[in-house]
């Protein structure tokens, strides 16, 4: 019992402490349906990590990019964060359309077969960052370890320069300009 409410009273500390707009100790994770359910009371974008179970930079990514304080912050403040497990089994429902993995072998080690809404995301190496739009419309797939200040480059570009029908002239003023200043 005395552990229970141990929990308890830290689980309403932290959340009292990401409320009040202290610094925050996680992303704020949620599945793709959720997301999109948020967008609908609070439009944002989505920024989706694609990773497998399997995957040695995913697990890089994990614990040296999505633990720093600078990239927790951004995400939590502008995007709705998602992660998706690309050989899963679970299936997900994403604009009207049920995707799953048929192929999946239960209790295989190593890599199991993609799910098929990695397919339809254009997903083809782990990690893989899948930007959407406050529609959750697909912006783009962006495959490969981000360190926290690459990462920022693309949240900011995307938070605050995208918009519909951008120019590859623009992205690229846009990164060559671009200075980092995560920590």
Known sequence: MRTFYIVLL??????????????????????????????KNEPRKIVMDVYTQWCG????????????????????????AVKFDAESKEPITFKGHTFENPGFREGVRGRNTPHQLSRELRVNAYPTLVYFDEKAEV????????????LEMYL?????????????????????NFVPSFR
């Open 10 to 39: 830290s689980s309403i500390l932290a959340f009292g402490i990401q409320g009040n707009g202290l610094t925050q100790s996680q992303v704020n994770w949620m599945s793709l349906e959720e997301a999109v359910i948020a967008q």
């Open 57 to 80: 930079p995913c697990k890089m990514m994990m614990a040296n990019t999505f633990t720093n304080p600078d990239v927790i912050a951004y995400l939590n403040e502008h995007f709705y």
């Open 139 to 150: 912006i783009a797939p962006i495959s490969g370890y981000k360190s926290p200040g690459q």
């Open 156 to 176: 900011k570009f995307f938070a605050q320069q995208f918009t519909p029908g951008v120019q590859q002239q623009e992205w690229e003023e846009f990164r060559d």
